[in-house]
């Protein structure tokens, strides 16, 4: 068999970030299999498989490892769940999701990385519901999903991600000023009743939007 490329590469982040204490094993053995450094311009190529964001254009990054990684594992997803994912930039994050096995719906509001984003993904054989918006609002048409994950840093929680969420559901949103962000995990325990938890600190772009910046 072919060896695929970067696959060196890609076992030695997988255990790098099994190291930095990423606990769930699907999480670790899709990052194992999905070649990160398709997600990026060629240019950057060899530096996909270093823990650390990369730029994709449009002043936007490709998330680090670990944050994809962090942010994924927080999620707790169950078998088929329905995620639905605010900023798909260069599409990775919603690999990782679609390779674990989730049902993703996944929104961005640059439309040059939307397209981008929408034939990588097509090319690797995976099936997102994809679109071009302002994913402050959420996706009503879908809702409610059992996991949403915001991949850009908010100023506070926007209400209409909340109100999408299942029972049971997760709601995963990095939420700080400008400089940093603090990881924020919401759980919708009851129709009414919802927990906060409030993890490790972050640098994610800005989450642009009616409910954002
Ligand atoms: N998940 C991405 C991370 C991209 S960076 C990846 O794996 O590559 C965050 C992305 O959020 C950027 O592409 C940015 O354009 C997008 N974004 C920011 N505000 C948004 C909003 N309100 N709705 C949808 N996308 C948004």
Known sequence: MIKSKYQKQRNALADLLADKGIRDDRVISAIRDIPRHTFVD??????????????????QTISQPYTVARQTELLELQPGAKILEIGTGSGYQCAVLC?????????????????RSRE????????????CDDGTLGWGAYAPYDGIVVTAGAPVVPSD??????????????????????MHVITRVTEDNFDEKVY???KFVPLIGEKGW
Do not use: C, N
């Open 200 to 202: 490790e600190g972050f």
């Open 99 to 115: 390779e674990m096995g989730a049902k993703v719906y996944s929104i961005e509001r640059h439309k040059a990385l939307h397209e």
């Open 120 to 131: 990588q993904l097509r090319d690797m054989g995976y099936r997102p519901m994809l679109k």
């Open 161 to 182: 991600l909340v109100a999408q969420l299942a029972v049971g559901g997760k709601l995963v949103i990095p939420v700080g000023d400008s400089t940093s962000q603090k």
């Open 42 to 59: 060629s240019a950057l190529w060899t530096r996909a498989y270093e823990d650390i964001a990369l730029p994709i254009g449009l002043d």
